[in-house]
């Protein structure tokens, strides 16, 4: 992707079909399964706070805007017998810009 051209925004909300897998016996889905994917959360501590010069705690529930920079740090591909094709990039965030909207 080329650096000037803006990125469209994609939401990484998973179906029910993509959460069935992850749920507990005996539990409902809804009640067990993330909406998202483990991984797309980003925890960012006082020290990271500091940095971004975020100063007041933010309201549980707002949306803030992130731009990121991220490195591409492995791909992975493989395929056995009897199995789905496994993909994979893994990424990792190396600079952030965020504002609340």
Known sequence: ??????AKMVSMKRTADDRRGDSMAGASIEATAPD???GLC??????ELDKLGIT??????IEMMLEVK???TR???????????QTN????????????E
């Open 75 to 85: 791909v992975s591909q493989s395929a056995a017998e009897g199995a789905d094709e």
């Open 42 to 47: 980003i925890h960012l501590d006082k020290e």
């Open 89 to 100: 990039v893994e990424l990792q965030i190396t600079d952030i810009g965020i504002e609340t």
């Open 36 to 38: 998202y994917p483990y």
């Open 70 to 72: 991220a490195k591409v």
């Open 56 to 61: 007041e705690l933010p309201k549980i529930g």
């Open 1 to 6: 992707m080329a650096a000037d051209k803006e």
